[in-house]
């Protein structure tokens, strides 16, 4: 069984608490409300206007949606 853990918000403290716990969850997911954001961070795997210079882990993705958790 694979864990996962959600956060609601891909701005910078959404960004790096997603980087901390991909260290003990096998995937981890920001949801973004802004989809225009979630594409550019989901593609860039950078998120440029919030973190610049700071990687997603492999492990981490990004989806548009409102705050709902359905995957």
Known sequence: MSSR????G???WGT???IVL???FDEVILREHDAAH????QKSRENR???PGVKLTDNMKVQAGEA???S
């Open 5 to 8: 853990a959600f956060i609601i």
């Open 10 to 12: 891909a701005g910078g």
């Open 16 to 18: 790096a608490l997603g």
């Open 22 to 24: 991909s260290e003990g």
């Open 38 to 41: 979630a594409e550019l961070v």
């Open 49 to 51: 206007p919030f973190l």
């Open 68 to 70: 709902g958790l359905e």
